[in-house]
């Protein structure tokens, strides 16, 4: 997801709504809490690494209820918000022509798969 993208004038409509800028708000937060802590992640034990999963599964989450909001409005700057978004994926492992749906999948398996080295 794109750093920061509250704070750009030129967006209107869609991110006008208070319940759009929380969630912004809130992704925002949860992504530098999540760049923060990979830093200390080599040097965590087995609970760290746990927070570390939930936090991802969490902002992960929170992801796709923003995306799905986006992909419900036709205003300019939510399509383009999207699209910039899915160019971002790209970078995670996206593939085009795949879905976004198909690529959340994709991560939350990681995850699972994550939280099962750690169980054994």
């Not at 965590?44 to 992909?71: A, P, W």
């Amino acid at each position: 997801m794109p750093r920061n993208f509250k704070g750009d004038s030129a967006m209107s409509g869609f991110f006008d709504s208070e319940m759009v800028r929380e969630s912004v708000e809130e992704l925002n937060e949860l992504q530098k809490e999540l760049f923060e802590s990979v830093m200390s992640l080599p040097f965590v034990g087995e609970d760290g690494k746990r927070e570390q999963l939930d936090l991802m599964r969490k902002f992960l989450e929170k992801q796709k209820l923003f995306i799905f909001r986006m992909s419900l409005s036709d205003d300019p700057d939510a399509v383009r918000m999207k699209e910039k978004i899915l160019e971002s994926a790209q970078l995670f492992g996206l593939k085009r022509g795949q879905g976004i749906n198909e690529f959340f999948r994709v991560m939350e398996s990681q995850i699972d798969y994550l939280e099962k080295t750690l169980d054994g």
